[in-house]
């Protein structure tokens, strides 16, 4: 660049529309099915019913945040269990760890909301404005009635699918029926419409206009992937110790040698990033795998062997351009880094499942009243207070029987009752005082701490749970 | 992205051992944000209060102030609240005792009174402090632990000269009025302290005791409620239960004084600051 000092160049590039063309193949195939399910879970789940008997809500999947609980079909997790839910994010964040060391930017090409959402969006443009060269003859004409007929429907279409996701988003937050209802009635609260619109506004912005800038600039994953991947990590490339030297038309006959690529810019014209794989890796690169599909096509056409583009690794590209065979794809996946990262994952999950299932639909929690640690009855009785944090974690209402054990004599009382036994609501949580008290004279009244295990035992079901605290006396 | 040859950029003209730096313009994205919180400053000081002047700011179009929210806020509460403080106006406090939802709302009122007015002398914890203001959590109550009297006593106060209703009752200086003499003192001291375990039957100080403490103290030193005077067989002793503590209470009296809260909380207040004190372990 030959730079004028006088005039600064221009630093800050606008976007270049990128208007990705129509292809057929099985990575797009593939592409389709995974968006399918993916919209599908994310529209479907708040619907599904699930029966939790007549105190609890009957939807299978819930973020009740005003009642601090979290449904998933059979397991429900109070907001005190929520290490739960830091599990299963480790258990993601290694996931894609694993992912990411064995198959490259793999989330980013398929599954990420950000490439699925802008696949259904091109799809719509595609749909209403016809295929890349019909939009980019469009792009460049002035507007006029049809120019803005087309636009406006795109947009109109692309701003209802904007809405059902963000109305699809509120639905995991309430109960889905009453607040479809409640919705269109103008019955919801504020913040659901709030994010309703948010959300309609980002898929609207994010998924029509910014697109693959998300990914360039906004996504930090982008970055982070160049430390996850190594030279054994399958990736999209392009075999250019194949392919090169490309040339075409006349210019082909006259070459000599010439290599399989024809330049017909099939890879680059379906990029939905619009980037040339030709130039080898790059950031912008999400491995959607589309580039495959449009080169294939043409390999068949002109009669040469598929995969001039293909996924393969930088480990066998040195293999391959030095004539040896490349490592059969499962012993790229299957190494001791993905084996290390799977057991890591594994054994997480195993902790969470067994800590679901040893779980008990009782519990308590014990805090001693250390405000005044101890007092004085009239008889001279030395009595501690506690609270008690008493859970219910089942569907019916339920009573608490309290109880304690000690080496030393000590009695336990609920306060404003002579009874032992406390009543607790469904899926409540009670917090009791209780009294525990140490005749004048013993040993407990009058020495500095005394263990004390209190019990709590759930009439019904007979569960037991139990919490160690101290008893303290005068000194 | 085409390779940029930054050599021949201009630069600021500032040098650090070799290190230059570019003359570039900010981005384009961060201009437009730096001119839209520009946009929004002026909006908002039009919109809020924002310009001080002379005597007071401007009040902003929208009329929003942070103590008015507040005084919303409040009326909101209690405008929910009224139904509840209502049936406490209403209800008697024995009735309150026994309804779980006006028993679970009066705790909550009557805590956050407790921690307000209560607290400065009682302690947080409403332990008191020996020697000057008397442990709620335990049984022993000078005027009664029933729910009714705990209200009378918060309600018109102790000794409390400006309510008419208030507490009375006032135990002689025997030694700084000159009834008895500091051996009279020392006997019957003796003789208060063996209350609580064995009475020393038959000694001066019985004899003493029964002359000059018992119409108040009782024969049995039980203690009198209505009349505000403690039970001297327990094991709590406000002002102390060793004999030279004994021996000061004797000589020159004791009277702790409390404020009469009917004219500084509202009924309904006060009801749920009896609820709460009577359900914190030491209600009869």
Not at chain 1, 50 to 79: C, H, K, T
Not at chain 2, 200 to 222: I, K, R, S, V
């Amino acid at each position: 660049m030959s730079a004028d000092t006088s005039q600064p160049p221009k630093l800050f590039e606008a976007r270049e529309p990128i208007f990705p063309k129509r292809v057929s193949g099985a990575f797009r195939r593939f592409k389709w099915w995974i968006m399918a399910v993916t919209l599908g879970i994310y529209y479907l789940t708040p619907w599904i019913r699930w029966d939790r008997g007549p105190n609890l809500p009957d939807q299978a999947v819930l973020v009740d945040l005003a009642n601090r609980r979290f449904y998933f079909f059979m397991i429900e997790i109070w907001s005190h269990e929520f290490y739960f839910v830091a599990g299963l994010l480790i258990m993601a964040g290694l996931g894609l760890f694993l992912f990411t060391s064995a198959l490259g930017r793999v989330w980013c090409g398929y599954a990420c909301p950000q490439t699925v959402w802008t696949d259904l969006f091109i799809l719509v443009e595609r749909w209403i404005e016809g295929d890349r060269n019909a939009r980019i003859r469009l792009w460049r004409q002035k507007y006029d009635l049809r120019k803005w007929r087309l636009r406006l429907t795109k947009w109109f279409v692309w701003l209802m699918i904007a809405v059902a996701t963000g109305g699809a988003w509120v639905f995991y937050f309430a109960d889905a029926p009453t607040l479809l209802v409640d919705l269109f009635t103008g019955q919801a609260a504020f913040v659901a419409y709030a994010s309703v619109a948010v959300l309609t506004a980002t898929t609207f912005v994010f998924g029509g206009f910014m697109r693959e800038q998300i990914c360039i600039y906004a996504c930090p994953w982008p970055r982070i992937q160049a430390a996850m991947m190594d030279e054994e990590t399958i990736t999209v490339a392009y075999r250019d110790w194949r392919g090169e030297p490309r040339s075409h038309g006349k210019k082909r006959d006259a070459t000599e040698p010439h290599g399989d690529c024809i330049d017909c810019n099939a890879c680059v014209a379906v990029c939905p990033m619009g980037i040339d794989i030709r130039d080898g890796q790059q950031m912008e690169c999400i491995t959607c795998a589309l580039c495959i599909d449009a080169c294939d096509e043409i390999m068949d056409k002109i009669g040469k062997p598929r995969g001039l583009i293909d996924y393969c690794t930088l480990g066998d590209e040195v293999r391959e351009r030095a004539g040896e065979k490349p490592i059969p794809a499962w012993k790229h996946i299957i190494r001791p880094r993905t084996i290390l990262y799977t057991v890591l994952w594994a054994g997480i999950g195993i902790a969470l499942i067994v800590g679901l299932f040893i779980r008990s639909d009782i519990e308590m929690t014990v805090s001693p009243i250390r405000n005044p640690t101890f007092i004085t009855l009239s008889d001279g009785t030395v009595r501690n207070a506690y609270d008690v944090r008493l859970r219910n974690k089942t569907g019916d209402n339920r009573d608490f029987r309290l109880s304690l054990t000690s080496e030393a004599p000590l009695r336990i009382r609920v306060s404003g009752t002579d009874l032992l036994s406390v009543p607790v609501a469904a899926n409540e949580t009670r917090v009791q005082r209780i009294f525990i008290e140490a005749k004048p004279g013993t040993d407990a009244a009058e020495t500095h701490a005394t263990d004390v295990t209190i019990w709590v035992e759930d009439l019904g079901s007979r569960e037991r749970d139990s919490v160690e605290t101290l008893f303290n006396g005068r000194n | 992205m085409a390779k940029r040859d930054d050599d021949d950029y201009p630069t600021t003209g500032h040098e650090w051992d070799g290190i230059r730096e570019y003359d570039k313009p900010m981005p384009r994205w961060w201009v437009w944000c730096f001119y839209a919180t520009i946009v929004f400053a002026i909006g908002y000081t039009i919109a809020y209060p924002a310009w001080p002047g002379i005597t007071g700011a401007t009040q902003g179009v929208l009329g929003y102030s942070t103590r008015g929210a507040v005084a919303e806020d409040i009326a909101r509460y209690e405008a929910q609240n009224a139904g509840l403080i209502s049936q406490i106006n209403e209800t008697e406090l024995s009735t309150i005792l026994e309804t779980p939802e006006l028993l679970q709302f009066a705790n909550a009122g009557g805590a956050a009174v407790f921690r307000n007015n209560c607290s400065q002398c009682h302690g947080a914890g409403a332990a008191g402090a020996m020697g000057y203001y008397p442990n709620l959590l335990d049984d022993d109550w000078l005027w009664g632990g029933e729910v009714e009297q705990i209200h009378q006593t918060i309600a018109h106060g102790i000794r409390w000269d400006e309510d008419w209703d208030t507490r009375l009752s006032m135990m002689p200086a025997f030694g700084v009025d000159g009834i008895l003499n500091d051996a009279e003192i020392e006997a019957v001291a003796d003789y208060v302290i063996s209350l609580s375990s064995s009475p020393a039957a038959g000694t001066l100080g019985e004899t003493l005791y029964l002359d000059n403490c018992a119409a108040c103290h009782m024969d049995n030193g039980m203690g009198e409620v209505e009349l505000g005077a403690p039970n001297l067989t327990d094991a709590i002793w406000l002002y102390g239960g060793d004999k030279a503590s004994v021996v000061e209470t004797i000589t020159y009296s004791r009277a702790g004084v409390m404020p009469a809260w009917a004219d500084r909380l509202s009924e309904a207040e006060v009801k749920q600051v009896a609820v709460y004190v009577h359900s914190l372990g030491g209600g009869q």
